[in-house]
């Protein structure tokens, strides 16, 4: 397994951005697909964004499509997510995972996981 460590949260004012990162460290970021997933409290965990290993292939609910951004630096071993037009709906604990099931988007399809970071959005 890869260990994962998310970082940029914050509170924000709705229609504001915020950028998070996932940092990868025990084993390089390669060959793993890597997502986000959010939980908001008292909800289920819920898939946010994608990214394959390459880097060629995204996926997004339509909850964020055209809001968020999922990249990847394996340089780097780090992957990002950008976000912007941010809703109060978008408010949770957002985690990253990684997969080497390559176009996984189910949480028990990813085996490593990050410890979260908090994403606020204020109305």
Not at 87 to 98: F, G, L, Q, S
Request: hydrophobic content about 35%; glycine content about 8%.
């Amino acid at each position: 397994q890869v260990q994962l460590v998310e970082s940029g949260g914050g509170l924000v004012q709705a229609g504001g951005s915020l950028r998070l990162s996932c940092a990868a460290s025990g084993r390089t970021f390669s060959p793993y697909t890597v997502a986000w997933f959010r939980q908001a409290p008292g909800k289920e965990r819920k898939f946010v964004a994608r990214i394959t290993w390459s880097g060629t292939s995204t996926y997004y609910p339509d909850s964020v499509k055209g809001r968020f951004t999922i990249s990847r630096d394996n340089a780097k071993n780090t992957v990002y997510l950008q976000m912007n037009s941010l809703k109060p709906e978008d408010t949770a604990v957002y985690y990253c995972a990684a997969s080497e099931v390559v176009y996984a988007i189910n949480s028990y399809e990813y085996e490593s996981w990050g410890q979260g970071t908090q994403v606020t959005v204020s109305s």
